[in-house]
């Protein structure tokens, strides 16, 4: 098991590695970070990031699509300015979800 420092550092690069107009979901997230049934924890993760931050956090949505953050609209701006629309707060995770590739997620994995 990984320490708390080392899951945060990991969701951290994970989002910063999120393309430009695609999205993933906090399950996902926490798949990919090697943490996989933390989706809230990731959750809460993120509503820890302070103002300003470079994070592209906007790209992280819950595992329907729907856009959750309080937030929304600044959320929903975000993603839009990317080419990222949503339909009633609502992402079209078949069109829009980062599915990283094989040579991606080794690159992603956390070292265990």
Do not use: C
Not at 4 to 24: E, F, L
């Amino acid at each position: 098991m990984i320490d708390s420092d080392s899951k945060k550092q990991t969701v951290w690069q994970i989002i910063a590695a999120i393309p430009r107009g695609k999205v993933v979901t906090y399950g996902q997230l926490a798949d990919m970070a090697g943490i996989p049934g933390q989706a809230r924890w990731v959750g809460r993760l993120l509503s820890e990031l302070p103002n300003g931050t470079a994070l592209p956090w906007h790209r992280v949505v819950n595992a329907s699509g729907r856009i959750t953050n309080p937030n929304y609209l600044r959320q929903t701006n975000r993603l839009l300015a990317e080419g990222i629309v949503s339909d009633n707060r609502r992402v079209n995770l078949n069109r829009f979800q980062w599915r990283p590739g094989q040579e991606d997620r080794d690159t992603l994995t956390p070292n265990e």
